[in-house]
């Protein structure tokens, strides 16, 4: 089953405007990451927050974990119409056996910023 | 940070053969890679994890014989999609884990069988 799952699943907005995902997780986790894929491309990695952190920064994203919630959120601040893609969280976590860690992906969010 | 490279980035190939594709972590050693397979507009299914020196673990669902995986060193480990069908075309990608198990991905291999 998913581990990820992000909110919303479909995001509009006009350039400018702030872009905000989120996504939940069932399991404990060793960190989170956030990626975005373009249209038919592999995924680009954005920031990894740990699980002892609360907060990220870079450039116009604006990354938050909160461990108690088992959720993170992803902002894009002053959005651009090349921001238009889809986005997806990753965690690393046990697996179902108590084994090792795999990483799992949530459905994503596709985000279209209109110019 | 960590690079990993996969490729091709896209091959098509005729249906009955056989397609190789290649992940490698160009400055860290990976003793875990995992395999997943992104239908379009689809999330990222874990297909299986890859380990240095030993078989590889398959998910649920997926064919072994169909998608042999091979991780001969620890910085590379190969999916082989074995008597393609155009059913298996797909968007492939693989990441690689650090010892700090944080985890880096391939750019994905565009997959057709015609």
């Known amino acids: 089953s998913q581990q990820g799952e992000e909110d919303p699943q479909a995001l509009s907005i006009q350039e400018g405007e702030n872009a905000t995902m989120n996504c939940s997780y069932k399991t404990s986790i060793n960190n989170l990451q956030w990626y975005r894929q373009n249209s038919g491309r592999g995924l680009v990695h954005l920031i990894l927050i740990r699980s002892n952190e609360r907060e990220k920064h870079s450039g116009r994203l604006r990354v938050t974990l909160d461990t108690s919630k088992k959720s993170s959120s992803l902002l894009i601040t002053a959005s651009r119409a090349a921001d238009t893609a889809s986005y997806f969280c990753a965690t690393h976590a046990s697996s179902s056996s108590g084994g090792s860690y795999i990483p799992t992906f949530g459905r994503g969010t596709s985000l279209i910023v209109h110019p | 940070g960590a690079v990993v490279s996969q490729h091709p980035s896209w091959v098509i190939c005729k249906s009955g053969t056989s397609v190789k594709i290649e992940c490698r972590s160009l400055d860290f050693q990976a003793t875990t890679m995992f395999w997943y397979r992104q239908f379009p507009k689809q999330s990222l299914m874990l297909m299986a994890t890859?380990?240095?020196?030993?078989?590889?673990?398959?998910e649920q669902g997926v064919e072994k014989d169909k998608f042999l995986i091979n991780h001969a060193s620890l910085t590379l480990s190969t999916l082989t999609v074995t008597s393609a069908h155009p059913e298996d075309s797909s968007f492939y990608i693989c990441s690689a884990a650090t010892g700090g198990r944080s985890l880096f991905f391939g750019s994905g291999t565009r997959l057709t069988v015609v």
């Open positions: 890859s380990n240095e020196g030993s078989k590889a673990t398959y």
